[in-house]
Nanobody, 124 residues
Framework: QVQLIESGGGLVQAGGSLRLSCTHS????????MGWFRQAPGKEREFVGA????????YYAESLKGRIAISTDNAKNTMNLQMNSLHPEDTAVYYC?????????????????WGQGTQIAVSS
């Protein structure tokens, strides 16, 4: 089993930045990708970005390009999501997810493992 734990959420003013982290433990996947999704109240789950653990490939939602960046810390089994110039519309619960293939994807049904989520609230 793979466990994912998100951290780094919180309350931030519009224009500010946050860095979310997703640490995985449990069964080691020989190759995999991790993705970030978010869900605001009353809205559908939305793709944010994804990265392959090996190879460094990244894939970002078009609407968020230029404001987000994904990085990995192999020593800590952690993938980070840096978010800058936050807007109130970025308020949501952010989830990290993992799948057992290294190709990055924005389709949530391809991900088998999910974290519990971390809340980001952006005030205007």
């Amino acid at each position: 089993q793979v466990q994912l734990i998100e951290s780094g959420g919180g309350l931030v003013q519009a224009g500010g930045s946050l860095r979310l982290s997703c640490t995985h433990s449990g069964r080691t996947l020989s190759s995999y990708a991790m993705g970030w999704f978010r869900q605001a109240p009353g809205k559908e789950r939305e793709f944010v970005g994804a990265g392959s653990w090996h190879g460094g490939a990244t894939y970002y939602a078009e609407s968020l390009k230029g404001r987000i960046a994904i990085s990995t810390d192999n020593a800590k089994n952690t993938m980070n999501l840096q978010m800058n110039s936050l807007h109130p519309e970025d308020t949501a619960v952010y989830y990290c997810a993992a799948k057992g293939q290294s190709n990055v994807s924005g389709e949530y049904w391809r991900y088998s493992y999910w974290g519990q989520g971390t809340q980001i609230a952006v005030s205007s």
